[in-house]
Nanobody
């Protein structure tokens, strides 16, 4: 199994920046991809950005050019640098890891971290 712990959320004014961190532990070598998702009140959870172990990234259109996902393999940590934040970026941000086991591919979620952008 893989355990995830997020940090770095908070309150920021529109136009500001935040960096989220997600530290993974457990079966690190089985991870194939990690990513960030977010869920705003009354809305479904949506993909923000993902990164594979090969470094291939993918972004939601709404954050492309403003957010950057990166990873530090030595620290087993994935980051989400968020710039030019908008009030519509307000949500709980969740880290996700996709990993392989003998029974197939599974996903783990972190506990979530609140990001609030004031106008």
């Amino acid at each position: 199994q893989v355990q995830l712990v997020e940090s770095g959320g908070g309150l920021v004014q529109a136009g500001g920046s935040l960096r989220l961190s997600c530290a993974a532990s457990g079966s690190i070598s089985s991870i194939v991809a990690m990513g960030w998702y977010r869920q705003a009140p009354g809305k479904q959870r949506e993909l923000v950005a993902t990164i594979t172990t090969d470094g291939i990234t993918n972004y939601a259109g709404s954050v492309k050019g403003r957010f950057t996902i990166s990873r530090d393999s030595a620290k087993n940590t994935v980051y989400l640098q968020m710039n030019s934040l908008k009030p519509e970026d307000t949500a709980v941000y969740y880290c996700n890891a996709q990993y392989n086991t003998g029974w197939g591919r599974f996903g783990s979620w972190g506990q979530g971290t609140q990001v609030t952008v004031s106008s």
